[in-house]
């Protein structure tokens, strides 16, 4: 659950876990000790300036009623002008400094307190966006960070916990079977080590799935980009999952064989391959017996759309816009061995397409079925035949 935004100048509306309460008016840290220091040193320096501007033009004054002759009415209205020009400046110049010090002295300070906070890891700390300009838009800016790195950090544990709970799981079922072959409640038959193999597999799949996504968000993942024919991909994937499909009692086939082979596009061939693959192994887990799975692949405006479509249990419209987060599954009650991969197959494939420049869409309806939609460049050679 996301941490309450609370804006800096809102009141205070109790702890948030276990931190200490902040001061009544809501404000970060400090914000009283920084905003202090900038008035203080406001009124330093006006004062400093009015002492200046006073004393310059009182000994001016007295120079020109010295130099200057005339009576002494004159002299007295001269002598006050000046006087009160002496003070009029400074307190102009007093009024413009307090109204530059509201508009752009104190949200400074807000956002230099707000900055403290989030240093010292309060992410949900805000500050007023209501200044104009260049701080206002700086606030805008600086609440913007915040929220993306609250999201992060809340993804970043959320992350922590589901790889611990995944990793968990198969490490029991291990560390179960050897410890019961140790103590003779097993026999090491072949079923108790193929099980044990099984687990093994599955904890390095999910490791293997973690530092590819680690690699592609790092922008570290080697890609080995070539022309690849996406008919003849999306034929050799049919075939591979045929026998699954069969034992599956569902109808796996490719809509048009004989029109995808003419769709070229520039990829990676093993990370196209783990694409395609991730999504027809999603539509063989939600597609129950009789069912039909599709792979299609059409070209719209210089764009090659790879689509695989299944009539099967579909994603609730709440549900789509989760359906690429890690870890996440709309049917809690599976389980893991419903959901082999460990809720990582489909971000997987999102940060995949990603890479290659594209992007990837779903389209669902409960109990009807859902087509996944890849969108990749065509190769920029294909349309003049090489």
Same mark, same amino acid.
């Given at each position: 659950?996301?941490?309450?935004?609370?804006?800096?100048?809102?009141?205070? &509306?109790?702890?948030? &876990?276990?931190?200490?309460?902040?001061?009544?008016?809501?404000?970060?840290?400090?914000?009283?000790? $920084?905003?202090?220091?900038?008035?203080?040193?406001?009124? #330093?320096?006006?004062?400093?300036?009015? @002492?200046? @501007?006073?004393?310059?033009?009182?000994?001016?004054?007295?120079?020109?009623? $010295?130099?200057?002759?005339? =009576?002494?009415?004159?002299?007295?209205?001269?002598?006050?002008?000046?006087?009160?020009?002496?003070?009029? *400046?400074?307190?102009?110049?007093?009024? #413009?400094?307090?109204?530059?010090?509201? &508009?752009?002295?104190?949200?400074?300070?807000?956002?230099?307190?707000?900055?403290?906070?989030?240093?010292?890891? =309060?992410?949900?700390?805000?500050?007023?966006?209501?200044?104009?300009?260049?701080?206002?838009?700086?606030?805008?800016?600086?609440?913007?960070?915040?929220?993306?790195?609250?999201?992060?950090?809340?993804?970043?544990?959320?992350?922590?916990?589901?790889?611990?709970?995944?990793?968990r799981t198969p490490l029991h079922i291990i560390q179960g079977n050897l410890e019961g072959v140790l103590d003779k409640v097993y026999e090491p038959t072949d079923e108790h080590i193929a099980a044990t193999l099984d687990e093994a597999r599955s904890?390095?799949?999910? *490791?293997?799935?973690?530092?590819?996504?680690?690699? @592609?968000? #790092?922008?570290q993942l080697p890609m080995q980009q070539e022309t690849v024919d996406v008919g003849e991909l999306l034929t050799d994937i049919s075939t591979s999952f045929g026998p699954a499909a069969e034992i599956a009692e569902i109808n796996l086939q490719v809509?048009?064989?004989?029109?995808?082979?003419?769709?070229?596009?520039?990829?990676?061939?093993?990370? +196209? =391959?783990?694409?395609?693959?991730?999504?027809? #192994?999603?539509?063989?887990?939600?597609?129950?017996?009789?069912?039909?799975?599709?792979?299609?692949?059409?070209?719209?405006? =210089?764009? @090659?759309?790879?689509?695989?479509?299944?009539?099967?249990?579909?994603?609730?419209?709440?549900?789509?816009?989760?359906?690429?987060?890690?870890?996440?599954?709309?049917?809690?009650?599976?389980?893991?061995?419903?959901?082999?991969?460990?809720? +990582?197959?489909?971000?997987?494939?999102?940060? +995949?397409?990603?890479?290659?420049?594209?992007?990837?869409?779903?389209?669902?309806?409960?109990?009807?079925?859902?087509?996944?939609?890849?969108?990749?460049?065509?190769?920029?050679?294909?349309?003049?035949?090489?």
């Open positions: 659950m996301p941490r309450p935004q609370r804006p800096l100048h809102a009141p205070w &509306r109790g702890h948030w &876990r276990n931190r200490p309460p902040r001061q009544p008016s809501g404000h970060a840290p400090g914000w009283h000790r $920084k905003r202090s220091f900038l008035l203080r040193r406001f009124f #330093a320096v006006f004062f400093v300036f009015f @002492v200046l @501007v006073f004393g310059s033009v009182a000994a001016m004054t007295l120079l020109v009623t $010295k130099l200057v002759d005339g =009576d002494g009415q004159n002299l007295l209205l001269i002598w006050i002008g000046s006087c009160g020009l002496a003070i009029l *400046v400074p307190l102009l110049i007093f009024g #413009a400094g307090m109204r530059t010090y509201r &508009r752009y002295a104190a949200p400074l300070a807000d956002v230099m307190a707000a900055a403290d906070a989030v240093a010292d890891g =309060d992410l949900s700390v805000r500050v007023s966006e209501q200044a104009g300009g260049e701080i206002g838009g700086l606030a805008r800016s600086f609440n913007h960070m915040t929220e993306e790195l609250e999201r992060n950090d809340q993804q970043r544990r959320n992350m922590s916990a589901d790889v611990a709970h995944e990793l904890l390095g799949r999910l *490791v293997e799935d973690l530092q590819t996504i680690s690699l @592609v968000e #790092a922008g809509a048009h064989p004989n029109r995808a082979p003419s769709l070229f596009v520039y990829a990676d061939p093993g990370r +196209l =391959d783990q694409i395609v693959t991730n999504l027809v #192994a999603n539509a063989l887990r939600h597609t129950p017996a009789g069912g039909q799975i599709l792979l299609d692949a059409i070209l719209e405006e =210089d764009l @090659v759309q790879i689509t695989v479509a299944d009539n099967g249990d579909g994603i609730s419209e709440e549900d789509l816009p989760r359906v690429f987060d890690r870890f996440w599954r709309g049917d809690r009650s599976r389980s893991r061995h419903d959901s082999v991969g460990g809720g +990582l197959g489909l971000a997987i494939v999102r940060q +995949l397409v990603e890479a290659h420049g594209g992007h990837v869409a779903v389209e669902s309806e409960v109990s009807q079925g859902t087509t996944f939609t890849v969108t990749l460049p065509q190769y920029p050679g294909a349309e003049h035949g090489e």
